[in-house]
């Protein structure tokens, strides 16, 4: 047999493994599919294995490039999975499901080590790391987040408001304007479209940065990106409401087109990006002339 058939052969056992731990803990991944669906703070999570598959794929030759059975390291990892997935009932309400989808990362990490071994699993290093954004962030967590995001996007708009010459009292959260009165409430924190921006961001550093640092340079550079493209929308649609429609500030540019906003985001990332490549372009044309 040649390696192509010995792959498919892997390949085969690997997806046997998958299908039957869907079967296994199909109640927690059913209710991570639901909280996904229902909540928009969690939508992204039913992404991440399919981002973290295509990536995969797209990958395969470089990751598939040396593999070999490694049943002894798979089996320590399936029983860290397992311990990790039973214990989680163990732990307050607020952390069970995140602790049961880290057991279930681990029991699908444990069946890549079994098919294809160390190696392959040290080239698709990240794939595997990514898959521990399926576990969901404590619903406390995130509300913190939330009011963080809401906060900064609060203080943000102050700014610009007064930067652009708008008549405004604040208090707190509450912006009266002229014949408009608004407020930066928790919906408006920009949650969604923040999660959408880190996700962006790191898949965006693995892809076209070399250095651990930067990836997380630009991976914490979507806090203050988010805040500011999040003011930016709440200002542009009061402005518009004050000088132009009310209606804006409940028509479909806010409700059904504010991802257009994200474009603001995308503005500011893509350079900060190229950017941080600079260096890293200089070191490899230095190696190439060494």
Known sequence: MGKEPRLVARHGWFLAYWLVSLLLFHGSLRGLAALSWRDERYSHL???????????????????????????????????????????????????????????????VAGFVFCYGMLALKAASFHAGFLLLMAPIPAGVVDKITYALQKGSAEMTYVL???????????????????????????????????ALFLTSVLAGYLFLRSGWRRLWLCLATVPIAIFKNAVRIVTLSWLAIYVDRSFLY?????????????????????????????EKRDVRQEAGD
């Open 46 to 108: 039913i992404l991440i294995p399919v981002i973290s598959l295509s990536l995969a794929w797209w990958e395969r030759k470089r990751i598939f490039r040396r593999t070999g059975w490694n049943p002894r390291a798979g089996a320590a990892l399936l029983a860290a999975g397992m311990v990790t997935y039973s214990g989680a009932r163990l732990l307050p309400a607020s952390v069970v499901q995140t602790g049961e989808i880290l057991g279930v990362v681990l029991v699908w």
């Open 161 to 195: 408001f007064k930067l652009l010459g708008v008549p405004v009292f604040r208090q707190d959260f509450t912006f009266t304007l002229p014949n408009v009165a608004i407020e930066v409430a928790r919906e408006c924190s920009g949650i969604r479209s923040s999660n």
């Open 251 to 279: 028509g479909e540019l806010h409700h059904r087109w504010g991802s257009l906003f994200s474009l603001v985001a995308l503005a500011i990332l893509i350079p900060l990006l190229l950017q941080l490549q600079r260096p």
